[in-house]
């Protein structure tokens, strides 16, 4: 199923690309083929086309991008909050990619004790 954006909304995931494939040197049939998709493929979320999370995932992984800015640049996902919202945000998405979320908590937890000392070490 492909996602359908408004144009504003993945042109920038298609003007990122063509800068960053400028930057490698690279042809639209070049990260096709790193990406194991069609050049049309590409070609079509450089124009600003609809493109699938498969696509971001393959993009991310060859780009060597984080896959939320890949999905953010895409509109996937939300632009990032200013401040603290955006950082908690980023906590949030990068603890969902976990299987095990005690260890985030406990992480936190240990680091909240340990700035103020004031918290429940179970």
């Known amino acids: 199923m492909r996602i359908r954006k408004p144009k504003e909304m993945t042109s920038k995931l298609g003007e990122w690309l063509s800068k960053r494939l400028e930057e490698e040197g690279w ?72 299987e095990d979320h005690d260890i985030i908590i406990e992480f936190l937890k240990w680091r909240l004790w340990k700035e103020k000392g004031d918290i429940d070490q179970e």
């Open 27 to 98: 042809s639209h049939r070049e990260l096709a083929r790193r990406m194991g998709v069609s050049q049309t493929a590409v070609s079509a979320a450089i124009a600003g086309g609809g493109v699938r999370p498969d696509f971001c995932k393959r993009l991310a992984r060859v780009m060597n991008e984080p896959l939320q800015n890949i999905y953010r640049l895409a509109g996937i996902l939300p632009p990032l909050q200013p401040g603290v919202r955006g950082k908690i945000q980023q906590v949030v998405e990068y603890t969902e990619l976990l």
